[in-house]
């Protein structure tokens, strides 16, 4: 099932699910991109990556990608798409002064919105709920346009506000002589973390994640903790952790088919690994999110 809704200022609204779907060379507006549930997968180039629930993925304007669903269980996803004009003028107001919006206060360039880095971003507090309300006014099948602009507006403050801390300000952090370098470099630390995200159920190597990457793996684990504040290996477990929580929240699969289906060994593991990080078993967790 496939809903598409056009808001007059041609900002659109795509939301699908099923268990079966493939798109080849797609090319359009730059896009928000998230899964409710299940997971879609992307071809950015040579790039390969998955959404799961508790991550977004920005596309730009121009990028020519495909994207596939193929799944025992229905795919939820959801993508907002921003026309030129619009992205464009947020884009003027967010980064003009107050006296410049005052004096042209219905100047929109032809052309300003950066290029943004494709990659997963976290999907979490104002941005979440923003995206879940939006969900709902699109199930509900609403017709407000200005209501719904009025989230899409808030999705992209929010956008910008986690490329700020995800991207600006940790490639800031990178030790690196000149701004080509380090963009360079955290392009490929970016293409690890995607990997990592993507493929966090699999038996995932060190070697595996560095060849994605191009870097050398003592190059890589010095950088990634630089930048993540973590080494790689807390961070794929941070990522099967924070899988293993939304399966505990949202189906009914037992701990241990929880456990096999996330990359860690054992319950045992699991168990110290999740109350190490929530301060609550699994168990524990669950039943609370139950009551």
């Given at each position: 099932?496939?809903?598409?809704?056009?808001?007059?200022?041609?900002?659109?609204?795509?939301?699908?699910?099923?268990?079966?779907?493939?798109?080849?060379?797609?090319?359009?507006e730059f896009s928000i991109r998230m899964v409710v549930d299940g997971h879609e997968?992307?071809?950015?180039?040579?790039?390969?990556?998955?959404?799961?629930?508790?991550?977004?993925?920005?596309?730009?304007?121009?990028?020519?990608?495909?994207?596939?669903?193929?799944?025992?269980?229905?795919?939820n996803t959801i993508s907002i798409l921003y026309g030129s004009q619009f992205l464009n003028s947020f884009h003027h107001s967010a980064t003009s002064s107050d006296a410049v919006l005052l004096d042209e206060p219905f100047y929109t360039p032809s052309s300003l919105a950066p290029v943004f880095l494709e990659t997963l971003y976290p999907l979490k507090g104002d941005m979440r709920f923003n995206l879940q309300h939006l969900q709902n006014l699109i199930n509900d099948e609403s017709q407000e346009d200005m209501l719904i602009n009025q989230y899409l507006l808030h999705s992209?403050?929010?956008?910008?506000?986690?490329?700020?801390?995800?991207?600006?300000?940790?490639?800031?952090?990178?030790?690196?002589?000149?701004?080509?370098t380090r963009a360079e470099l955290f392009r490929r630390l970016n293409i690890a973390k995607d990997y990592m995200i993507s493929n966090y159920n699999q038996a995932v190597s060190l070697s595996d994640i560095c060849g994605n990457a191009c870097l050398s793996q003592t190059h890589f684990c010095r950088t990634f903790k630089q930048t993540f504040h973590c080494s790689p290996y807390q961070y794929l477990i941070q990522v099967r952790l924070s899988r293993a929580k939304h399966m505990l929240k949202n189906t009914r699969y037992e701990v241990n088919e929880i456990v096999s289906m996330i990359g860690i060994d054992n319950v045992s593991s699991f168990i110290r690994f999740f109350k190490g990080r929530y301060g609550i078993t699994p168990g524990a967790y669950r039943a609370g999110v139950a009551a």
């Open positions: 099932m496939k809903k598409i809704q056009i808001l007059t200022n041609q900002n659109k609204i795509y939301s699908e699910v099923t268990t079966s779907a493939s798109y080849a060379n797609e090319c359009g997968q992307y071809k950015l180039g040579n790039k390969r990556l998955k959404i799961f629930p508790g991550n977004f993925l920005v596309i730009n304007e121009g990028t020519v990608f495909g994207r596939e669903i193929y799944s025992d269980i229905p795919v992209l403050i929010n956008f910008y506000r986690i490329y700020n801390k995800e991207i600006l300000t940790k490639c800031y952090e990178l030790k690196a002589l000149s701004y080509k």
